[in-house]
Every structure is written in structure tokens, then in C-alpha cells.
């Protein structure tokens, strides 16, 4: 299994980016998904659940301002960031556990200039 993350980079404060990660070895239309993040010097986080069915759930502090999707037919989810904000900037990683391991991406940099 392997998760690759993409779409990271530099953006000025209140722009956009959208980050996408593919997958191989796995369905993810029948794994829930999940992106998190790390900021330097913090703990990760989690940023959004995409359900197998329903729709996704966010951190109140992505709320409104981050939207995450899946593409079963890609075997892709995707994470749209818009307004985002200094706080925004962090390695962000895509999740999921099948057959009870875990696997992670390798993390992509979102970086947001203030």
C-alpha cells in the first residue's frame, strides 16, 4: 500500500492550494480516509475525515474554509484549502488504516506567507 501526497507549496495568506493524494494497493472507496498535519514544533492533527458514506467532518479550525473530497474511479482524495492563513502552515498527510495497520504518506509542505 502506498499513499502519495502532492500539491504543497509556498502561497500568500488567503490564497488556495489543493493537495491530492493517490493510492496504490488499496481501494479507498471502501476505506475511510483521513488528512492530518504537523507545524513545526507542534503535535500532528487531525484536518478532515472523508467517510466511506456521508460526508466529510473537519477541525473547527479548518471549518468552512477546507473542503475534502474523494475520486473513487482515481483511487484519489483530495483536500481543497482556500483563505488560508499563517496558522494553515504545517506538513500535511493523508491516512488510512486497512486490515488493522496504518499507512500514512510521505507529507507534503503547505507553506503560507503572512
Known amino acids: 500500500v502506498q499513499l502519495q501526497a502532492s500539491g504543497g507549496g509556498l502561497v500568500q495568506a488567503g490564497g488556495s492550494l489543493r493537495l491530492s493524494c493517490a493510492a496504490s494497493g488499496i481501494r479507498l472507496s471502501i476505506n475511510v480516509m483521513a488528512w492530518y498535519r504537523q507545524a513545526p514544533g507542534k503535535e500532528r492533527e487531525l484536518v478532515a475525515v472523508i467517510p466511506t458514506f456521508g460526508g466529510p467532518n473537519y477541525a473547527d479550525s479548518v471549518k468552512g474554509r477546507f473542503t475534502a473530497s474523494r475520486d473513487d474511479a482515481e483511487n484519489t482524495v483530495y483536500l481543497q484549502m482556500n483563505s488560508l492563513k499563517h496558522e494553515d502552515t504545517a506538513v500535511y498527510y493523508c491516512?488510512?488504516?486497512?486490515?488493522?495497520?496504518?499507512?500514512w504518506g510521505q507529507g507534503t509542505l503547505v507553506t503560507v506567507s503572512s
Open positions: 491516512y488510512t488504516t486497512s486490515g488493522g495497520l496504518k499507512y
